[in-house]
């Protein structure tokens, strides 16, 4: 058996460094963070082959004494921390003194520096670990680090290496997240001679935005902020028709520090679901300042995951914060007008608005189906429609006459006060067309504006269980015939340890048995909703540990609002659509369904004489 010994120090770093310098683009990260923290005005990048042969990283930060450059270099020597109680309150961007160390140990690498009352500076190499003796060197003050040939005595790491355009996109990336967080910053990028980033000092965050994102997308960014108290935000989000899959241009900075926290993301992504697609994310700039001593940066040697002292208060603020903006985005709503707005001639004409609210009529329309004596059991399922009747692909029967499908009819949607037919011109539907049982299509002003009728109704739905939830409580129908639903001991318990949020979300439910749960009431404007598949949604909703009462009941909306919808296939009638149609005649948001699917698509008259090759 081989005898313990002290590994070489070199090899030491050179091992370390693997957790700092996974490629160039941890150097550049490292190096550029450095200088801010060193209160750098100007920093100036220089790539060759996208880093894989030479990075150069220049500031007119303040500089380094010659007789510190040796410590430096060393590992875990730092000017950021003098004691263990600093690192309660960490405010730089670096703070473990490991980044130049793991960088020279992996490189050849020269730093020359200059303090602002020095007559001179001075300069120290180091070549793959092996330090070389302080010498005097002309430079300006600041700082000026050059790292060449990185990982060339480690072929095992550089083989790793992707090719020299890959290599260059992650180092770009780094520049703009850093320019982005510090728009006081002036940031200039050069890549094999070609000047590819040049950003002045002092611009404000949409000059900086345009920058980094292009001027056509900054333009459309929606601005917002809110400092109302300790925990600080800013944001710029782009527009839905702009968003990509993956989260390449989702930017979250704390404190100045860009941070991919799992939490801060799940935070964002909750707060833009209901305007993007599932799995789409906009270009997003995202900035929030809290008191350092409520963050510990000290996680990951990468120092991009954090923690917080106060998790569920930060995360919920995200989340508020980007939907109350976004709401009033002027692209949360089209142009053409609402839902519900229908043109004649000589100028608009609006459906008549409804208030949400629930009558009498509801109550025994709801109740009807439970007395009929269904196998569901429940009062909520009413009827079925032609469309869930008939085999799927089949013809189907049209409605009979005056009837409506289940939760678009006088048993869920609003009361209306009657208006003379003269008051809305044509009939109310005359402009509206359904096709394929899935979307209607109708004329606007700009061209065509095609409506899928399942996001529209869940939409709907979800604005009008919030609008009640706001005033009290979700108005409940009790079920005369309980519904009663199988489940495990631990998924009973634990549906029931969540039964007074669900209240008030509208649903009402208790233990029948060890392993029977009774759902006593729903919504009383969701007639489609069925208890069995509410329960399945319940269930995976409470198993999710980050959601506290108030997430509980706004997903229960989410989910609710889905299972409540027409569906596509769903036949309407006349009177179908006008009261959907009236329902959201006054949306606060009606682009995207509750899950982020559009609503509307508008064909321009341009997209249409293209389509007809009419230019």
């Given at each position: 058996?081989?005898?313990?010994?002290?590994?070489?120090?070199?090899?030491?770093?050179?091992?370390?460094?693997?957790?700092?310098?996974?490629?160039?683009?941890?150097?550049?990260?490292?190096?550029?963070?450095?200088?801010?923290?060193?209160?750098?005005?100007?920093?100036?990048?220089?790539?060759?082959?996208?880093?894989?042969?030479?990075?150069?990283?220049?500031?007119?930060?303040?500089?380094?004494?010659?007789?510190?450059?040796?410590?430096?270099?060393?590992?875990?020597?730092?000017?950021?921390?003098?004691?263990?109680?600093?690192?309660?309150?960490?405010?730089?961007?670096?703070?473990?003194?490991?980044?130049?160390?793991?960088?020279?140990?992996?490189?050849?690498?020269?730093?020359?520096?200059?303090?602002?009352?020095?007559?001179?500076?001075?300069?120290?190499?180091?070549?793959?670990?092996?330090?070389?003796?302080?010498?005097?060197?002309?430079?300006?003050?600041?700082?000026?680090?050059?790292?060449?040939?990185?990982?060339?005595?480690?072929?095992?790491?550089?083989?790793?290496?992707?090719?020299?355009?890959?290599?260059?996109?992650?180092?770009?990336?780094?520049?703009?997240?850093?320019?982005?967080?510090?728009?006081?910053?002036?940031?200039?990028?050069?890549?094999?001679?070609?000047?590819?980033?040049?950003?002045?000092?002092?611009?404000?965050?949409?000059?900086?935005?345009?920058?980094?994102?292009?001027?056509?997308?900054?333009?459309?960014?929606?601005?917002?902020?809110?400092?109302?108290?300790?925990?600080?935000?800013?944001?710029?989000?782009?527009?839905?028709?702009?968003?990509?899959?993956?989260?390449?241009?989702?930017?979250?900075?704390?404190?100045?520090?860009?941070?991919?926290?799992?939490?801060?993301?799940?935070?964002?992504?909750?707060?833009?679901?209901?305007?993007?697609?599932?799995?789409?994310?906009?270009?997003?700039?995202?900035?929030?300042?809290?008191?350092?001593?409520?963050?510990?940066?000290n996680v990951h040697p990468q120092?991009?995951?954090?923690?917080?002292?106060?998790?569920?208060?930060?995360?919920?603020?995200?989340?508020?914060?980007?939907?109350?903006?976004?709401?009033?985005?002027?692209?949360?709503?089209?142009?053409?007008?609402?839902?519900?707005?229908?043109?004649?001639?000589?100028?608009?004409?609006?459906?008549?608005?409804?208030?949400?609210?629930?009558?009498?009529?509801?109550?025994?329309?709801?109740?009807?189906?439970?007395?009929?004596?269904?196998?569901?059991?429940?009062?909520?399922?009413?009827?079925?429609?032609?469309?869930?009747?008939?085999?799927?692909?089949?013809?189907?029967?049209?409605?009979?006459?005056?009837?409506?499908?289940?939760?678009?009819?006088?048993?869920?949607?609003?009361?209306?006060?009657?208006?003379?037919?003269?008051?809305?011109?044509?009939?109310?539907?005359?402009?509206?067309?359904?096709?394929?049982?899935?979307?209607?299509?109708?004329?606007?002003?700009?061209?065509?504006?095609?409506?899928?009728?399942?996001?529209?109704?869940?939409?709907?739905?979800?604005?009008?269980?919030?609008?009640?939830?706001r005033r009290g409580g979700v108005?409940?129908?009790?079920?005369?015939?309980?519904?009663?639903?199988?489940?495990?001991?631990?998924?009973?318990?634990?549906?029931?340890?969540?039964?007074?949020?669900?209240?008030?979300?509208?649903?009402?439910?208790?233990?029948?048995?060890?392993?029977?749960?009774?759902?006593?009431?729903?919504?009383?404007?969701?007639?489609?909703?069925?208890?069995?598949?509410?329960?399945?949604?319940?269930?995976?909703?409470?198993?999710?540990?980050?959601?506290?009462?108030?997430?509980?009941?706004?997903?229960?909306?989410?989910?609710?609002?889905?299972?409540?919808?027409?569906?596509?296939?769903?036949?309407?009638?006349?009177?179908?659509?006008?009261?959907?149609?009236?329902?959201?005649?006054?949306?606060?948001?009606?682009r995207t369904c509750a899950h982020?699917?559009?609503?509307?698509?508008?064909?321009?008259?341009?997209?249409?004489?293209?389509?007809?090759?009419?230019?």
């Amino acid at each position: 058996m081989p005898r313990i010994r002290r590994l070489d120090p070199v090899v030491v770093d050179q091992i370390a460094a693997g957790e700092v310098v996974e490629r160039p683009a941890s150097v550049v990260k490292e190096l550029v963070e450095n200088a801010l923290d060193a209160g750098a005005r100007r920093i100036h990048v220089v790539l060759r082959e996208g880093g894989t042969r030479r990075i150069e990283v220049r500031d007119d930060g303040c500089g380094i004494v010659a007789e510190d450059l040796p410590l430096a270099v060393s590992s875990h020597a730092t000017s950021k921390l003098t004691g263990p109680e600093d690192l309660q309150c960490i405010a730089s961007l670096g703070f473990r003194g490991e980044a130049l160390a793991s960088i020279a140990a992996v490189s050849r690498f020269a730093l020359t520096s200059r303090v602002p009352d020095a007559e001179a500076g001075a300069e120290l190499r180091v070549a793959f670990g092996r330090v070389e003796p302080v010498r005097a060197a002309a430079a300006a003050p600041g700082t000026r680090v050059v790292v060449e040939d990185l990982f060339g005595e480690l072929p095992a790491r550089r083989k790793f290496l992707k090719r020299p355009a890959t290599e260059y996109a992650h180092c770009r990336a780094w520049v703009e997240r850093l320019a982005l967080a510090h728009p006081e910053v002036a940031f200039r990028l050069e890549h094999d001679g070609r000047v590819s980033l040049a950003a002045e000092a002092d611009e404000d965050l949409d000059a900086r935005c345009a920058a980094v994102f292009g001027p056509r997308v900054a333009e459309a960014m929606v601005a917002m902020a809110d400092d109302r108290s300790d925990l600080r935000l800013e944001a710029r989000v782009g527009p839905p028709d702009a968003a990509r899959r993956g989260s390449s241009r989702l930017h979250v900075f704390l404190n100045g520090r860009w941070v991919r926290d799992p939490r801060l993301l799940h935070a964002v992504r909750e707060g833009l679901r209901e305007y993007v697609p599932l799995g789409h994310v906009p270009p997003l700039l995202l900035r929030l300042w809290m008191p350092p001593e409520l963050v510990d940066v000290n996680v990951h040697p990468q120092k991009t995951e954090v923690r917080f002292r106060e998790e569920r208060r930060v995360v919920g603020s995200v989340i508020a914060f980007l939907r109350a903006g976004l709401a009033a985005a002027p692209w949360a709503t089209r142009s053409v007008g609402a839902v519900g707005t229908r043109f004649a001639e000589g100028g608009r004409r609006s459906w008549p608005s409804l208030r949400p609210g629930a009558g009498a009529g509801t109550a025994a329309a709801s109740a009807a189906p439970a007395a009929s004596g269904e196998a569901s059991g429940s009062a909520a399922a009413a009827a079925p429609s032609p469309a869930e009747s008939r085999p799927r692909g089949g013809p189907a029967e049209p409605p009979a006459e005056g009837s409506a499908l289940p939760g678009l009819g006088a048993a869920s949607a609003p009361a209306v006060t009657p208006r003379p037919a003269a008051a809305l011109g044509r009939s109310a539907t005359a402009d509206v067309l359904q096709v394929a049982r899935t979307f209607l299509v109708r004329e606007v002003p700009e061209g065509l504006e095609i409506l899928d009728q399942h996001a529209l109704h869940e939409r709907v739905n979800l604005e009008e269980l919030r609008e009640e939830l706001r005033r009290g409580g979700v108005v409940v129908q009790p079920l005369l015939v309980p519904a009663l639903v199988e489940v495990t001991r631990e998924e009973a318990a634990l549906l029931l340890e969540h039964a007074d949020a669900l209240r008030r979300a509208g649903v009402e439910l208790d233990a029948m048995g060890e392993t029977t749960l009774a759902v006593r009431g729903i919504p009383a404007r969701l007639e489609r909703l069925q208890p069995e598949s509410l329960v399945d949604d319940l269930l995976r909703l409470v198993r999710r540990p980050e959601f506290g009462p108030e997430d509980l009941i706004e997903e229960t909306l989410h989910s609710m609002a889905c299972r409540g919808a027409v569906m596509a296939g769903d036949r309407l009638t006349p009177e179908d659509l006008r009261h959907l149609l009236e329902r959201g005649a006054e949306l606060p948001q009606d682009r995207t369904c509750a899950h982020g699917r559009p609503v509307r698509v508008v064909l321009s008259v341009a997209d249409l004489e293209r389509a007809f090759h009419r230019r």
